[in-house]
């Protein structure tokens, strides 16, 4: 049972426009939640993030829209650049017991932006 | 080096080899972790290592065998793989408990096994 949902595969955008991409989660106790960016032969890296206690965290190009009631979180990046081309993973931490924290992720969307 | 540095970075092995996997960070991190990427799959947790104690391990095969000599260093060994296990494995440190900004992670391993 996939707890963090990115529904879409992939998404492509004209450059300059906006970029949405979208993540469902199922885990009322998740409190934390974070995009990673993917480029092929490296791992993912570190994108932005958001507490449960807000709903908006902007940072330059990229804002992230928490929804808690509807369990849905969403990526804008605007405007969408050719370097933004990537696979992007949602991903929620907290709700779990245990000595540490863990990331769950979901099955990524590839962006492709056309120049 | 700084960051994550996982090696070898593409590895081809038969269903009777026994390879290792190896991952170093220099982030003074106390926390790693082995995940396992397969296409069309989300990032799949295989071990966590706090203070180099494993302190999960999610229904992974006995064939993958995880070994955290010290906070810098992970391995996974690996034997009697089946072709399905051919991915990507991917390294991550944290400094837990804190996730503010989540974890590092390293380049791969890209694993082939024929």
């Known amino acids: 049972d996939q707890q963090v949902k990115q529904n879409s595969p992939s998404l492509s955008v004209q450059e300059g426009r906006i970029s949405i991409l979208n993540c469902d989660y199922t885990?009322?106790?998740?409190?934390?939640f974070l995009w990673y960016k993917k480029y092929p032969a490296e791992g993912p890296t570190f994108l932005i993030s958001?507490?449960?206690?807000?709903d908006k965290n902007e940072d330059g190009r990229f804002t992230v829209f928490l929804n808690k009631s509807a369990k849905h979180l969403s990526l804008h990046i605007v405007p969408s650049q050719p370097g933004d081309s990537a696979v992007y993973f949602c991903?929620?931490?907290?709700?779990?017991?245990?000595?540490?924290?863990?990331?769950?992720f979901g099955t990524g969307t590839l962006l492709a932006v056309q120049p | 080096e700084t960051g994550v540095t996982q090696t070898p970075r593409h590895l081809v092995m038969g269903m009777t080899n026994k390879k290792s996997l190896k991952c170093e960070q220099h982030?003074?991190?106390?926390?790693m972790y082995w995940y396992k990427q397969s296409a069309k799959k989300p990032l799949e947790l295989m071990f966590v290592?706090?203070?180099?104690?494993?302190?999960e391990n999610n229904s992974v095969p006995s064939r993958f065998s995880p070994e955290c000599p010290n906070s810098s260093h992970l391995f996974l060994h690996l034997h009697t793989l089946q072709p399905e296990d051919s991915a990507l494995y991917l390294c991550?440190?944290?400094?837990?408990?804190?996730?503010?900004?989540?974890?590092?992670f390293g380049s791969g391993t890209r694993l082939t096994v024929v």
């Open positions: 991550a440190s944290s400094q837990d408990p804190a996730l503010r900004d989540g974890y590092t």
């Open positions: 885990n009322s106790m998740f409190d934390y």
């Open positions: 958001i507490s449960s206690i807000k």
């Open positions: 991903a929620a931490s907290g709700g779990y017991g245990g000595a540490t924290n863990k990331l769950i």
């Open positions: 982030l003074g991190h106390n926390a």
């Open positions: 290592y706090s203070l180099e104690e494993r302190v």
